[in-house]
């Protein structure tokens, strides 16, 4: 069974930098697939933010592309994602995915961004 | 960006009762590989969202038949067949043919 699990900090301070991980089980990054971030501001809908092949190629939300890198560490069956000068506007629960389809999510994070 | 306008936004309805929410996108979803990647998601209360269809009209495994899904171009539609109390929800289309990957707004399902 494939499984994702968001790890990271739950409170960064504004202008510094959000990061998280999404490490995958039950399936290696390397046979395939693109790999999602997604995010959800409280009470509000999802919003895709980018994704990452495992061969390392990107494509981030246009919204959003000046202040995301996302990166694979294909060793630990990981990818990752770094969301620069954050405002409260970041607060959000952010999920990693699988492909396309979005067949398997992580169950999410809660990122609060405040001082 | 691909915009997927989702219809209604609020769907009140009564058990055992049908419930259809329409997804349009502003231009069609046909991928390069021949693929159409448009895929429901329902997501409870205080969970994260779970896929529901795939590729338009294929059921994820464990969900019930009375969720299906269907259309082509441009239009699609979820339907849920005699509602039952665990569907309350919020229902979100999303598109994966084109970049960048998109979502509807959401439609909220309650119980009347």
């Known amino acids: 069974q494939v499984q994702l699990q968001e790890s990271g900090p739950g409170l960064v301070k504004p202008s510094e930098t959000l990061s998280l991980t999404c490490t995958v089980s039950?399936?290696?990054?390397?046979?395939?697939?693109?790999w999602d971030w997604i995010r959800q501001p409280p009470g509000k809908g999802l919003e895709w933010i980018g994704t990452?092949?495992?061969?390392?190629?990107?494509y981030s939300n246009p919204s959003l592309r000046s202040r995301v890198t996302i990166s694979v560490d294909t060793s630990k069956n990981q990818f990752s994602l770094k969301v620069n000068s954050v405002t409260a506007a970041d607060t959000a629960v952010y999920y990693c995915?699988?492909?396309?389809?979005?067949?398997?999510w992580g169950q999410g994070t809660l990122v609060i961004v405040s001082s | 960006d691909v915009v997927m306008t989702q219809s209604p936004l609020s769907l009140p309805v009564t058990l055992g009762q049908s419930a259809s929410i329409s997804c349009r996108s502003s231009?069609?979803?046909?991928?390069?590989?021949?693929?159409?990647?448009l895929s429901w998601f329902q997501q409870r209360p205080g969970q994260s969202p779970r896929r529901l269809i795939y590729?338009?009209?294929n059921r994820d495994s464990g969900v019930p038949d009375r969720f299906s899904g269907s259309g082509s171009g441009t239009a699609f539609t979820l339907k849920i067949s005699r509602v039952e109390a665990e569907d309350v929800g919020v229902y979100y289309c999303?598109?994966?043919?084109?970049?960048?990957?998109?979502f509807g707004q959401g439609t909220r399902v309650e119980i009347k």
């Open positions: 995915a699988r492909g396309a389809d979005a067949d398997y």
């Open positions: 039950g399936y290696s990054i390397s046979s395939g697939y693109q």
């Open positions: 990452i092949h495992h061969s390392g190629r990107t």
């Open positions: 231009q069609g979803l046909v991928h390069s590989d021949g693929n159409t990647y």
């Open positions: 590729r338009v009209s």
């Open positions: 999303m598109q994966g043919s084109h970049w960048p990957r998109t």
